[in-house]
């Protein structure tokens, strides 16, 4: 806080005087009279909340967490049943959160660089395709589109018994796409070590190419290599072992189908909602930053004879994420947080969960502060790594 | 700046002192603000729902209506707080409403933990479940794997899970926080089967596209006793609520209605004289801090028990629902006021 921090630079002409004149006394002075108010009015506000809940009879402290939950969740990333404690709920509803915040973002991103390099495209058409699709979804509220793509999602999508089936045993209803869920047999464990193997020598090949190509100019194919890799080695390993992984293929139930994996139109439709909501605002501020990179820099990369699609890759692009990555920052923030709109359309994230906690335990105020300490944090936590990348990414004075 | 901000800082903390010596007594409150803030349905039809001008009607709502008129001998004077499921305790708790009327269940835990009074059950109630009738689904027992719609924060929600792990059933919940939300999901196919407590079934089939296409399955798999709640530690207010709809049961018991309630005062019947207030040096309501007349003032404003009933939930309305156990004692229910003497 810099509250009372007026201390405009008054000429010190004379020391004489009173110290209360003394305008560095008098900023001191101020701030510590800001704090004790604050610290009072904190100590208050706590002392107060104590006394009511003791008057009201109302139970207090974190010792519910540990209680059975006794409800069911409809998705979950861990293994939960009713039988789990409440405290196992909130990470349920908490790795939905995650879930959705990770994939919003990549998928936000995704779109938000491809139309905010469209806006400046040449051609007419995707320029203004592009310009209709940042109007048109930066101008509605996000609550709004998460209710579009549900009732969208519910109201198209056909009913279970008559799911729409696509290629691979994929299959589409309103009750979310069914998929073969991988079943892993004995042996399995060598393909997920070939996969690992496969990664951490791609790695190596990266640096390696990279060397190569800063010593001698000579350029390495180094996609058509990686790929090779990671499909290659397990693909390898899946024929050794005499393939362990089978498929367990969704089939018509009583009421819905059964096996296989299901994403349930809730997530879908926050998942779209939010991507598409945030990849308007990521547009903009891509658009943003391209613009800001100098013409001179573009100009001098096509008097050099490097290709359009080139220069946009290596010479504008990594000069536009310095002006991007701050205020992509933010956006990533928002959709984290707008991810909470999700107890709309009963997708179980934190606070839905968290909320249903309440409810049945009543214990209002523990909620809601493990709600804020876990927002702020996962908060805190982007904005760490989004400053960590964007110093990595800093204009190098040498 | 810092001026501006001490300022802000003072007046918070005045606005907060003002609030922390507030609840006296919440009759208190209630006569020096005018009118009762009762915590109601956010919307379900019998029980509590606005019409198209605002009005609110219902069950729920003409126990708000009886408590008002029973304090300011006018049924008029009432605020509705429309809660949903999960913002209905923390109202209560805050004082934000000085009343929950809202087709709520009494457990030990919101007897308890929560820091709630209940005592009179305004309505037996019980978990049902709802289908379409194209499912041919005959019995709750053979719902293994359909998805189900509830309402989150309900004892209902706890309920259901509690039935399906007993039988051994699997099941998908579909869980939203406003009823309008799971309303529309089942409505349009999102889930299977819709569970909440059965009068709220007849209630909400009424709003669904195809009513007739739905039908409710005949297990009742809980106890839902449904009462009005208030704070704890405010015992004259509890008596209050809970003297509120014993009168309405011993009004339809002794047979007073809202049309004919004057002349019962003329009645030579020493109880009834005495539920009236009419008897001579009568103290009936001034103990409950109210007049004499409470009873009559609810009975002109709502009617009895019975006729509460009828007109929004039983024979008169669109929900058709038996009285069933909430017939009176002595017609075959468990519907029973204390002696008001």
């Given at each position: 806080?810099?509250?009372?921090?007026?201390?405009?630079?008054?000429?010190?002409?004379?020391?004489?005087?009173?110290?209360?004149?003394?305008?560095?006394?008098?900023?001191?002075?101020?701030?510590?009279?800001?704090?004790?108010?604050?610290?009072?009015?904190?100590?208050?506000?706590?002392?107060?909340?104590?006394?009511?809940?003791?008057?009201?009879?109302?139970?207090?402290?974190?010792?519910?967490?540990?209680?059975?939950?006794?409800?069911?969740?409809?998705?979950?990333?861990?293994?939960?049943?009713?039988?789990?404690?409440?405290?196992?709920?909130?990470?349920?509803?908490?790795?939905?959160?995650?879930?959705?915040?990770?994939?919003?973002?990549?998928?936000?991103?995704?779109?938000?660089?491809?139309?905010?390099?469209?806006?400046?495209?040449?051609?007419?058409?995707?320029?203004?395709?592009?310009?209709?699709?940042?109007?048109?979804?930066?101008?509605?509220?996000?609550?709004?589109?998460?209710?579009?793509?549900?009732?969208?999602?519910?109201?198209?999508?056909?009913?279970?018994?008559?799911?729409?089936?696509?290629?691979?045993?994929?299959?589409?209803?309103?009750?979310?796409?069914?998929?073969?869920?991988?079943?892993?047999?004995?042996?399995?464990?060598?393909?997920?070590?070939?996969?690992?193997?496969?990664?951490?020598?791609?790695?190596?090949?990266?640096?390696?190419?990279?060397?190569?190509?800063?010593?001698?100019?000579?350029?390495?194919?180094?996609?058509?290599?990686?790929?090779?890799?990671?499909?290659?080695?397990?693909?390898?390993?899946?024929?050794?072992?005499?393939?362990?992984?089978?498929?367990?293929?969704?089939?018509?139930?009583?009421?819905?189908?059964?096996?296989?994996?299901?994403?349930?139109?809730?997530?879908?439709?926050?998942?779209?909602?939010?991507?598409?909501?945030?990849?308007?605002?990521?547009?903009?501020?891509?658009?943003?930053?391209?613009?800001?990179?100098?013409?001179?820099?573009?100009?001098?990369?096509?008097?050099?004879?490097?290709?359009?699609?080139?220069?946009?890759?290596?010479?504008?692009?990594?000069?536009?994420?310095?002006?991007?990555?701050?205020?992509?920052?933010?956006?990533?923030?928002?959709?984290?947080?707008?991810?909470?709109?999700?107890?709309?359309?009963?997708?179980?994230?934190?606070?839905?969960?968290?909320?249903?906690?309440?409810?049945?335990?009543?214990?209002?105020?523990?909620?809601?502060?493990?709600?804020?300490?876990?927002?702020?944090?996962?908060?805190?936590?982007?904005?760490?790594?989004?400053?960590?990348?964007?110093?990595?990414?800093?204009?190098?004075?040498? | 700046?810092?001026?501006?901000?001490?300022?802000?800082?003072?007046?918070?903390?005045?606005?907060?002192?003002?609030?922390?010596?507030?609840?006296?007594?919440?009759?208190?409150?209630?006569?020096?603000?005018?009118?009762?803030?009762?915590?109601?349905?956010?919307?379900l039809a019998g029980f509590?729902?606005?019409?198209?001008?605002?009005?609110?009607?219902?069950?729920?709502?003409?126990?708000?209506?009886?408590?008002?008129?029973?304090?300011?001998?006018?049924?008029?004077?009432?605020?509705?707080?429309?809660?949903?499921?999960?913002?209905?305790?923390?109202?209560?708790?805050?004082?934000?409403?000085?009343?929950?009327?809202?087709?709520?269940?009494?457990?030990?835990?919101?007897?308890?933990?929560?820091?709630?009074?209940?005592?009179?059950?305004?309505?037996?109630d019980?978990?049902g479940?709802m289908?379409?009738?194209?499912?041919?689904?005959?019995?709750?027992?053979?719902?293994?794997?359909?998805?189900?719609?509830?309402?989150?924060?309900?004892?209902?929600?706890?309920?259901?899970?509690?039935?399906?792990?007993?039988?051994?059933?699997?099941?998908?919940?579909?869980?939203?926080?406003?009823?309008?939300?799971?309303?529309?999901?089942?409505?349009?196919?999102?889930?299977?089967?819709?569970?909440t407590d059965q009068s709220g079934l007849y209630s909400l089939r009424l709003t669904?596209?195809?009513p007739?296409?739905h039908m409710i399955?005949?297990?009742?798999?809980?106890?839902?006793?449904?009462?009005?709640?208030?704070?704890?530690?405010?015992?004259?207010?509890?008596?209050?609520?809970?003297?509120?709809?014993?009168?309405?049961?011993?009004?339809?018991?002794?047979?007073?209605?809202?049309?004919?309630?004057?002349?019962?005062?003329?009645?030579?019947?020493?109880?009834?004289?005495?539920?009236?207030?009419?008897?001579?040096?009568?103290?009936?309501?001034?103990?409950?801090?109210?007049?004499?007349?409470?009873?009559?003032?609810?009975?002109?404003?709502?009617?009895?028990?019975?006729?509460?009933?009828?007109?929004?939930i039983g024979?008169?309305s669109p929900l058709k629902i038996e009285?069933?156990?909430?017939?009176?004692?002595?017609?075959?229910?468990?519907?029973?006021?204390?002696?008001?003497?």
């Amino acid at each position: 806080m810099t509250i009372g921090v007026t201390t405009t630079p008054e000429p010190k002409s004379k020391p004489s005087g009173s110290i209360i004149n003394d305008p560095q006394v008098r900023g001191i002075f101020y701030q510590v009279v800001t704090v004790a108010i604050l610290v009072a009015v904190v100590y208050w506000i706590a002392d107060n909340t104590i006394e009511n809940l003791k008057r009201a009879n109302i139970a207090s402290g974190y010792g519910f967490l540990n209680g059975r939950a006794g409800f069911d969740v409809g998705q979950s990333l861990i293994a939960y049943t009713s039988d789990s404690t409440y405290g196992r709920a909130l990470f349920v509803g908490f790795f939905n959160t995650l879930l959705v915040a990770v994939t919003g973002i990549i998928t936000a991103t995704i779109i938000g660089f491809i139309v905010g390099i469209g806006r400046l495209s040449h051609n007419w058409l995707i320029a203004k395709l592009s310009l209709a699709y940042v109007e048109v979804f930066r101008n509605i509220p996000p609550l709004l589109v998460i209710f579009f793509w549900y009732s969208g999602v519910l109201a198209v999508l056909p009913q279970p018994r008559e799911s729409a089936a696509l290629p691979f045993n994929i299959f589409l209803n309103n009750r979310g796409i069914a998929f073969p869920k991988p079943v892993f047999g004995d042996g399995s464990q060598y393909v997920f070590y070939a996969f690992v193997i496969a990664v951490i020598a791609s790695f190596f090949m990266a640096r390696h190419a990279r060397k190569k190509q800063e010593a001698t100019g000579q350029r390495f194919p180094l996609l058509w290599t990686v790929l090779g890799l990671l499909i290659g080695l397990p693909l390898l390993a899946l024929l050794a072992t005499g393939w362990p992984i089978t498929f367990d293929i969704p089939v018509a139930g009583k009421f819905n189908l059964t096996g296989g994996s299901v994403i349930g139109p809730e997530f879908l439709s926050l998942f779209l909602a939010l991507s598409f909501y945030t990849a308007a605002f990521i547009a903009e501020i891509v658009r943003a930053g391209i613009r800001g990179v100098s013409k001179g820099q573009s100009e001098a990369a096509h008097a050099l004879g490097v290709r359009p699609g080139l220069t946009t890759r290596l010479v504008v692009v990594p000069q536009a994420m310095r002006i991007i990555i701050p205020p992509l920052t933010s956006q990533y923030l928002n959709l984290t947080k707008n991810s909470s709109l999700a107890i709309a359309i009963g997708y179980a994230d934190l606070v839905a969960v968290g909320g249903t906690i309440l409810n049945q335990t009543g214990q209002a105020i523990e909620v809601v502060t493990i709600w804020i300490i876990v927002y702020l944090s996962l908060s805190l936590t982007t904005s760490l790594l989004m400053n960590w990348f964007n110093a990595r990414m800093a204009l190098v004075e040498r | 700046m810092a001026r501006r901000i001490l300022t802000a800082l003072v007046g918070a903390a005045v606005m907060g002192i003002g609030a922390h010596s507030a609840s006296a007594g919440t009759l208190d409150d209630v006569k020096a603000k005018g009118f009762v803030q009762c915590g109601v349905n956010t919307g379900l039809a019998g029980f509590a729902a606005p019409d198209a001008s605002g009005n609110w009607s219902g069950f729920d709502v003409d126990y708000c209506k009886a408590i008002a008129a029973a304090i300011f001998a006018d049924g008029s004077k009432v605020k509705y707080s429309p809660t949903s499921a999960k913002e209905r305790f923390p109202a209560l708790q805050s004082g934000e409403v000085d009343v929950l009327a809202r087709n709520t269940t009494w457990t030990i835990n919101r007897d308890t933990a929560l820091g709630f009074n209940f005592r009179p059950v305004n309505y037996y109630d019980g978990q049902g479940f709802m289908v379409r009738k194209g499912l041919n689904v005959k019995s709750a027992l053979e719902l293994s794997g359909a998805a189900v719609c509830v309402q989150t924060g309900t004892t209902t929600e706890l309920n259901l899970a509690d039935y399906f792990k007993a039988n051994n059933l699997q099941y998908n919940p579909v869980v939203f926080e406003k009823l309008e939300e799971v309303n529309a999901a089942y409505d349009a196919g999102r889930c299977d089967v819709y569970t909440t407590d059965q009068s709220g079934l007849y209630s909400l089939r009424l709003t669904l596209s195809k009513p007739d296409d739905h039908m409710i399955l005949p297990e009742i798999i809980s106890k839902e006793p449904l009462g009005p709640a208030v704070r704890q530690g405010d015992d004259q207010w509890f008596d209050i609520v809970s003297w509120v709809h014993y009168a309405l049961i011993q009004a339809e018991e002794f047979g007073v209605t809202q049309a004919n309630v004057e002349e019962m005062k003329k009645s030579t019947n020493p109880d009834v004289q005495r539920f009236l207030g009419v008897e001579a040096d009568s103290k009936i309501g001034t103990d409950l801090g109210l007049t004499n007349e409470w009873a009559v003032n609810i009975i002109k404003a709502v009617g009895n028990y019975g006729e509460v009933f009828d007109r929004n939930i039983g024979a008169g309305s669109p929900l058709k629902i038996e009285r069933g156990l909430n017939a009176l004692w002595n017609k075959g229910g468990i519907q029973y006021a204390p002696p008001v003497r």
